[in-house]
């Protein structure tokens, strides 16, 4: 073994991931998190979007005048992703609700088969801002449920198609978004999180940058985040976190109605949080949790760089075998 010649390998090895990750430059070294300007120079030039950032808007239903809707209208709510397993219960949440419904999809003949009930039913795919465009017109609220599938890729989903509808709701006057993530796309040092980063194309990263436009383009938000989506809905309390620290499971009825019930609560407005099963709360304590959260409360952004923490800690032994191997050596 030539000890020369593995040494500055493994040091390549390991300080790959920050140098070559993608967008390393829009980190802040001081507080680690990104630059804004910077960020919004990584958004592709063929999107040709609108790259102000506004600050957040007044809350749904206030009694400002200038917004699209007031308290009295019957809301248009539209669903991306409502055809996909998580959107279906959301379409039936809705239906129970004093709301509009137009349920999205890339293929809405192939939708319309698999999803029960009489919806208008709409074209709208996220990687193409023109159907958006068309989609959104006269809608009041925006529910995504999307998640990229087959040889689709996160970045186009997750990322790209975050900017293409936030985008597509400004221009058509869309007042609220309601948003499905994920948990880990604030646990920037989550173990699941670094993983998913390093073997599934950065999928955490595009969840977190998406979620990132959204925060930051003015429109009234609130972005849920579940843990792995399993179980029967209605069964187990649910419990609200934030600064993503937490891991759990939640079945996707449960997301859906925490999601709609986001519409019509006023405290959960320009909020981000983890949602998780917890079978020591009351099933429908939930609902009264929404106050509790913060705004401007959502973990770290992972950037898809392997944090220092889990490179710094095996390079300092690596260099310590080195070092009392040579030791040895030069003693024998
Ligand atoms: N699996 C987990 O444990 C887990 C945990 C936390 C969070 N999540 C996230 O939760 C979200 C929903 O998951 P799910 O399993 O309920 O979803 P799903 O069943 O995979 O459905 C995804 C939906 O996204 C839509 N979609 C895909 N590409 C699109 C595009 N380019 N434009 C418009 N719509 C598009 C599809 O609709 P059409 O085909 O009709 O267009 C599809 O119905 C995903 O983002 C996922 O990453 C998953």
């Not at 809707?69 to 279906?88: E, I, N």
């Not at 999205?104 to 192939?110: A, F, K, Q, V």
């Not at 969840?207 to 930051?216: A, F, P, Q, V, W």
């Amino acid at each position: 073994m030539n000890l020369r010649k593995i040494l500055p390998t493994a040091i390549l090895l390991l300080f790959s991931q920050t140098a070559v990750s993608h967008n390393s430059e829009c980190l802040e070294p001081t507080n680690n998190e990104f630059n804004r300007p910077c960020i919004e120079r990584l958004i592709p030039r063929s999107l040709a979007v609108n790259r102000t950032m506004l600050e957040p808007q007044a809350s749904l239903f206030t009694d400002d005048s200038t917004g699209s809707m007031s308290a009295a209208d019957r809301p248009l709510v539209a669903v991306l992703g409502a055809s996909g397993r998580t959107g279906v219960y959301v379409l039936e949440e809705l239906k129970s609700r004093d709301v509009d419904i137009r349920a999205l999809s890339r293929n809405i003949e192939t939708a319309k088969q698999k999803v029960d009930g009489d919806f208008e039913w709409v074209p709208a795919d996220v990687t193409d801002p023109k159907s958006l465009l068309l989609a959104f017109e006269g809608v009041d609220i925006l529910i995504s449920t999307i998640g990229s599938t087959g040889g689709d890729n996160s970045e186009m989903i997750d990322y790209e198609g975050s900017i293409n509808f936030v985008e597509a709701a400004k221009e058509t006057g869309v007042s609220r978004i309601i948003y499905m993530s994920s948990i880990g796309a604030g646990g920037a040092e989550n173990f699941s999180t670094v993983i998913l980063n390093l073997v599934a194309n950065k999928t955490m990263k595009w969840k977190s940058l998406g979620e990132d436009y959204i925060r930051n383009s003015g429109i009234d938000f609130t972005i849920v985040r579940p843990g792995g989506l399993r179980g029967e809905p209605g069964a187990l309390g649910i419990r609200f976190e934030q600064g993503d620290e937490v891991i759990g499971w939640i079945p996707r009825g449960d997301v859906a109605a925490v999601m709609v019930e986001s519409i019509f609560n006023d405290d959960a407005s320009n909020k981000t949080f983890e949602v998780i099963n917890d079978e020591s709360l009351p099933i429908e304590a939930w609902k009264d949790e929404f106050i509790n959260l913060k705004e401007g409360e959502f973990g770290k952004i992972a950037t898809g760089d392997l944090p220092t923490t889990y490179w710094l800690t095996p390079l300092v032994i690596l260099l310590a075998i080195i070092y009392l191997i040579r030791r040895r050596k030069k003693r024998a």
